[in-house]
């Protein structure tokens, strides 16, 4: 049975290969940053609020003074 790298789809021939399952050290790294591109891509619902609202917040805490 013929194992085939995951990221270039080409038979890994080395038994002794040491970036198994990936054919080379390349592709292990092009796969790894397919996962680190796939987490940049998730929505972020942080939101900061604006500058405007937190003048708006400050000023209503110091009207008590
Ligand atoms: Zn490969």
């Keep these: 049975m013929?194992?085939?790298?995951?990221?270039?789809?080409q038979p890994v021939e080395r038994p002794d290969?040491?970036?198994r399952p990936f054919c080379s050290e390349r592709c292990k790294l092009i796969d790894f940053g397919h996962w680190a591109d796939e987490d940049y891509r998730m929505p972020s619902q942080e939101e900061r609020p604006?500058?405007?609202e937190v003048g708006q917040q400050?000023?209503?805490t110091d009207e008590g003074d």
Excluded: D, I, L, V
């Design 2 to 9: 013929m194992k085939r790298c995951p990221t270039c789809n």
């Design 17 to 19: 290969n040491p970036h």
């Design 58 to 60: 400050r000023a209503g």
């Design 50 to 52: 604006s500058a405007e």
